[in-house]
């Protein structure tokens, strides 16, 4: 289905003549949108065009049913059946079709000079929450497996997932967790805590958690290894085909890419903007392209509501604070690299997911209630810092879009939006299953017809609530950053 621009949006937009740049012998054209000459996007697996893809991560979704409605029926990494928000944009302003994955080592400069996305599902505000792979006791129960059953055990992994030592960073975690490095979180706890109970000790694991979990969940077996930075990430470069980070050597096994890794990758894409328009004129592009953010949620479902390494030590009001903060940083970082229009997504009705909706809705799979105030709280902390920064730095336009309230409007009446199902993704059962247990494309409950689906996995939005979300917010909010 072509995407139309509404006439309004249309009107907006300018399109000048094709600027030419001879580059290494080579001439590059440069679309030069006079609104926005490129789309650069950070955040986690709802802009993740793919990045994943290329990190030892169980973060996945490379492999059918994703991308069943993508062009020819190609899994890319996207976390959809199609197109993802980051796509959607970049057709909207007429930039290009698709917005490739910065770590695609097949990346032209042509590509670079429209934009790529540097976001990584799994990825937070929050440093801790890339660093974070769960899979509770509870969500294993819904599916009626062991952990053994679904991961693997040492010996024999599960199908699809990595056989790789942690490292030992800890000597003890709690059993069902990965999390390195924990800092004081790590250190054994005094026995009769609030920490020895969620979490558990060396003797006795926490209520409720599942001891000996699959490999690549824990830091399982634990051998001596030497203490890398885990920003390290893999990156193809041009030049020898290895795989490094600004110039470093990486080591093999990496999480997703966490908000500091990205901003890392960004200046290895920025040096190479340098190097082909100069340095007045990559000031000027980067000063007129669009930057999209698009993260967070992970950090409260995830990170807060479904381990207690968070909230052993938060209330939801101090970790929302300590969350927006690390955004806070992560703007202004951002501006000093030269970014000057930031739109970035407030989260969404996090509650109302199909995964929350099972793991915290009760019975009746309600919303859940504590996952929705505290998506509510956050977002209003995140809209006031983002005034301030507006307010306080020269010439930064960042806008603060409002994903909340579309998405519940579209779930209380679907109808109105052309949806009939609300409450369940489309893949598999729709109650439980995103990324690797999402990965059965000929299972008879996956549904045939998704564009009646607001939901296409228990997480992730279809392609369709996609395009109408993105659309709405573009609309609202492109005036503002012109």
């Known amino acids: 289905m072509m995407f139309l621009l509404h006439s309004s949006s249309s009107a907006i937009l300018k399109f000048s003549a094709l600027?030419?740049?001879?580059?290494?012998?080579?001439?590059?054209?440069?679309?030069?949108?006079?609104?926005?000459?490129?789309?650069?996007?950070?955040?986690?697996?709802?802009?993740?065009?793919?990045?994943?893809?290329?990190?030892?991560?169980?973060?996945?979704?490379?492999?059918?049913?994703?991308?069943?409605?993508?062009?020819k029926g190609k899994p890319t990494g996207r976390f959809c059946n199609g197109k993802?928000?980051?796509?959607?944009?970049?057709?909207?302003?007429?930039?290009?079709?698709?917005?490739?994955?910065?770590?695609?080592?097949?990346?032209?400069?042509?590509?670079?000079?429209?934009?790529?996305?540097?976001?990584?599902?799994?990825?937070?505000?929050?440093?801790?929450?890339?660093?974070?792979?769960?899979?509770?006791?509870?969500?294993?129960?819904?599916?009626?497996?062991?952990?053994?059953?679904?991961?693997?055990?040492?010996?024999?992994?599960?199908?699809?997932?990595?056989?790789?030592?942690?490292?030992?960073?800890?000597?003890?975690?709690?059993?069902?967790f990965i999390s390195e490095p924990r800092g004081g979180v790590c250190d054994e706890p005094a026995p009769g805590s609030r920490q020895t109970k969620l979490l558990g000790s060396s003797q006795s694991p926490g209520a409720g958690f599942v001891a000996n979990p699959g490999t690549g969940f824990v830091s399982e077996p634990k051998r001596e290894v030497r203490r890398e930075p885990s920003s390290w990430v893999r990156l193809r470069t041009e030049a020898e085909g290895v795989f490094d980070l600004g110039g470093k050597k990486i080591r093999k096994n990496t999480y997703v890419l966490s908000l500091s890794d990205q901003l890392e990758l960004f200046k290895k894409y920025k040096e190479k903007i340098t190097s082909a328009l100069g340095g007045e004129q990559t000031v000027t592009f980067l000063s007129k392209a669009l930057f999209f953010v698009c993260c967070g949620s992970d950090d409260i479902a995830n990170t807060y509501f479904s381990t207690p390494l968070r909230s052993a030590h938060y209330d939801i009001d101090s970790y929302t604070d300590l969350a927006v903060n690390y955004a806070s940083q992560f703007f202004q970082e951002l501006y000093g690299l030269g970014a000057r229009r930031v739109l970035a997504a407030g989260l969404p009705p996090i509650g109302c997911v199909p995964s929350q909706r099972t793991l915290g809705g009760g019975l009746t799979r309600g919303c859940a209630n504590k996952s929705n105030h505290a998506a509510l709280?956050?977002?209003?902390?995140?809209?006031?810092?983002?005034?301030?920064?507006?307010?306080?730095?020269?010439?930064?336009?960042?806008?603060?879009?409002?994903?909340?309230?579309?998405?519940?409007?579209?779930?209380?009446?679907?109808?109105?939006?052309?949806?009939?199902?609300?409450?369940?993704?489309?893949?598999?059962?729709?109650?439980i299953e995103v990324s690797i247990l999402c990965n059965h494309p000929s299972d008879e409950q996956t549904c045939t017809d998704v564009s009646k689906f607001v939901f296409w996995d228990s997480y992730h939005p279809s392609e369709k609530a996609y395009k109408i979300l993105t659309t709405m917010i573009l609309n609202q909010h492109t005036k503002e950053l012109l």
């Open 84 to 176: 993802i928000p980051s796509d959607v944009s970049a057709e909207f302003y007429g930039i290009k079709e698709l917005l490739p994955p910065y770590l695609d080592p097949n990346l032209q400069l042509q590509d670079l000079l429209t934009g790529v996305s540097f976001a990584s599902g799994g990825a937070g505000y929050d440093p801790l929450t890339a660093k974070i792979v769960l899979l509770g006791s509870s969500r294993t129960k819904l599916l009626g497996l062991s952990r053994t059953q679904l991961l693997g055990s040492a010996t024999n992994p599960a199908p699809g997932f990595v056989s790789e030592p942690r490292g030992r960073v800890c000597d003890e975690l709690a059993p069902g």
């Open 377 to 431: 709280l956050y977002n209003s902390k995140l809209s006031a810092q983002m005034d301030s920064l507006k307010n306080s730095l020269p010439g930064f336009k960042i806008v603060y879009a409002d994903v909340y309230n579309p998405l519940l409007s579209i779930i209380q009446n679907p109808k109105q939006y052309g949806f009939e199902e609300v409450s369940r993704g489309c893949c598999g059962t729709g109650n």
């Open 19 to 71: 600027a030419l740049l001879f580059y290494g012998g080579c001439k590059v054209t440069v679309a030069k949108n006079a609104t926005f000459p490129a789309l650069i996007v950070f955040g986690d697996s709802i802009a993740d065009s793919g990045n994943n893809n290329y990190l030892s991560t169980i973060v996945k979704c490379d492999f059918p049913p994703y991308g069943r409605d993508f062009q």
